[in-house]
């Protein structure tokens, strides 16, 4: 593998660092400035960061050698991921490891801010043995209200069940079976959850749709005595509306580890208040979790530059596990072999993914079939990653259906292009390991897909393969397959051939010149 040059800009474990180290010329930076990050980000192919680096637009924008950015943890609302997308960059986290580790801090913090432990210390440690202040409350029998049921807030479920709690949670994505499995009830709306817990321990992520998601009218439906844990991000609560009920008494408390903007100002007003717990968004600063983050995001780097598949894609937009592989590749073909014989602008194209394949697979294959279908257009610009993204911006109207109709084979893919001048089909299967063609404009055909194709349609007459061949053969090119489709005798064909090496125009011109050939295209894949 060639030694790209990567760059660490937050602090990560050494373990994976070492790891990073044996394949990549590592820069390791942490604390990098913003300013010298814009100034160098160009020289890398690799970044690794945690939360405190952002990958902005700007950044991303400067880095014209970028191919994978990876997260050293879960939440990557710190990287624009759309801009990284647009410009085919893979961003990659390490989602399960530090589950626990945020889970155990979220725990930390529930128990810390009900027996104020921190504020009883910290009156210790100035020599006041103060008792009467710090009568607490218990978490057993309590409701605690998770916003956010995924691996952390499942886990915390968990951990609060031996506690002896009652958990309820809002998590419109999740399956009532998967509440039901944690012995958790689900609720279908936030403000009753609100109403009626104890606690609220949010456990979702931040994005456009979740910023401010507990505002001024969340925060005042609380319980007086009620306790709000934020383990997750800052900004998915209104930082200003939630100073305002603590230090008013409107609710019991608030224990946080992420804010609105880190690290806070010495001056932020949360610092002045005694009904909080605070600390430095250290939910995932434990040695394990940290070990395991940057293991996770090393070896998916690893496998990324090695042409592996990796574990945890944020914006690969499609999951390709070693059945479907093969579907993949004869996608991407087919979406080749559609764009090279097309001669008229595009307008929508219709993926078909028809039998037992459209039942067997689960993830889409459209950016499989789009990446083929572009390539010949944008050359190496395009991938898996940008490959929707590209479509949407040359308005080309991408369809994907599936049907349990089945052809000859079990499973296909058949691709309908409508263009301004009419439509283009394609479809083919993958037989013993091989991707074969099934038809091309309906004409039906059974031939393997190899690298060189010379498709003619043609009109069918006797003689006329002959001919093809003749130019071939008197250019040097070699046929190692054939066949011809026609739906009457004497009437509209195609002759496919596969030839073992490339033909330039001058022999394309010569079969354009053969007598009933209405068209000829080279086929490149
Ligand atoms: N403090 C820390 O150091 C620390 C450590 C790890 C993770 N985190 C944060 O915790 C978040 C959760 O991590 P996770 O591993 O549990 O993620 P996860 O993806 O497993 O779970 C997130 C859950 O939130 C749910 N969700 C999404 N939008 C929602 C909405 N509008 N309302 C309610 N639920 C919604 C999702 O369905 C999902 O089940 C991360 O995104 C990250 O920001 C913080
Ligand atoms: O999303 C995460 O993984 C956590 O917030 C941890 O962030 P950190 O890697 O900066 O500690």
């Known amino acids: 593998m060639e030694r790209y040059k990567l760059l660490v800009s937050d602090p990560i474990a050494e373990s994976g660092l070492n790891k990073l180290k044996e394949f990549f010329e590592v820069d390791y930076r942490p604390g990098l400035p913003k300013e010298e990050l814009l100034n160098i980000i160009g020289d890398y192919s690799a970044l690794v960061v945690r939360s405190e ?51 155990e801090h979220t725990i930390g913090l529930m128990l810390a801010i009900s027996r104020k432990i921190p504020q009883a210390f910290s009156l210790l440690k100035q020599g006041k043995w103060e008792r009467k202040s710090f009568i607490g409350n218990e978490l057993y029998g309590k409701t605690l209200g998770l916003v956010g049921l995924g691996r952390i807030g499942s886990e915390v479920a968990k951990r609060a069940k031996s506690f002896k709690m009652r958990v309820i949670a809002y998590d419109p994505f999740i399956s009532p079976e998967k509440a039901k499995e944690l012995d958790v009830e689900l609720y279908s709306d936030l403000h009753s959850l609100i109403k009626e817990a104890d606690y609220i321990s949010l456990h979702l992520p931040l994005t456009q749709e979740t910023k401010n998601l507990i505002g001024k009218k969340e925060l005042e439906m609380m319980k007086p005595t009620a306790y709000l844990i934020n383990c997750a991000r800052g900004g998915l609560v209104d930082e200003d509306a939630l100073y305002e009920v603590l230090k008013e008494k409107k609710i019991a408390g608030a224990a946080l580890d992420v804010f609105k903007n880190e690290p806070i100002n010495p001056d932020n007003p949360l610092l002045t208040l005694d009904n909080v717990v605070l600390t430095p968004h250290l939910g995932a600063s434990t040695q394990e979790a940290q070990e395991k983050v940057a293991l996770i995001v090393a070896e998916d780097i690893i496998r990324f530059f090695k042409g592996e598949m990796v574990s945890h894609a944020v914006n690969l937009p499609i999951q390709i596990s070693p059945d479907i592989l093969p579907f993949v590749k004869l996608g991407e073909k087919l979406g080749k072999l559609l764009a090279q014989i097309t001669n008229a602008n595009p307008e929508e194209l219709e993926i078909k993914i028809c039998g037992d394949l459209a039942q067997k697979i689960e993830t889409s294959l459209a950016s499989a079939v789009v990446k083929g279908f572009l390539e010949p257009i944008l050359g190496e610009d395009v991938n898996l990653i940008n490959a929707m993204a590209m479509a949407k911006d040359r308005r080309l109207k991408i369809v994907e259906v599936r049907t349990e109709e089945m052809d000859t084979y079990r499973s296909s893919i058949r691709l309908r292009l409508k263009t301004e001048k009419g439509i283009i089909d394609v479809s083919g299967t993958v037989s013993r390991g091989q991707e ?90």
């Open 53 to 103: 680096t952002k990958v902005t637009k700007e950044v991303i924008e400067k880095a014209k050698n970028l191919k994978v950015i990876g997260r050293a943890g879960v939440g990557v609302d710190n990287i624009d991921v759309e801009e990284a997308t647009r410009k085919g960059i893979l961003v990659i986290n390490a989602p399960e490891g530090n589950t626990i580790a945020a889970c």
């Open 436 to 525: 074969r063609v099934l038809a091309i404009q309906d004409y039906y055909l059974d031939l393997a897909l190899s690298q060189y194709l010379l498709i003619a349609f043609h009109i069918d007459r006797p003689g006329i393969i002959g001919k093809v061949g003749t130019v071939l053969g008197k250019n040097n090119i070699n046929i190692a397959a054939m066949q011809v489709g026609r739906k009457e005798i004497g009437k509209d064909a195609v002759m496919v051939l596969v030839i073992d090496n490339p033909v330039d125009e001058k022999v394309l011109k010569e079969l354009r010149e053969i007598e009933n050939i209405k068209e000829v295209y080279y086929v490149c894949l």
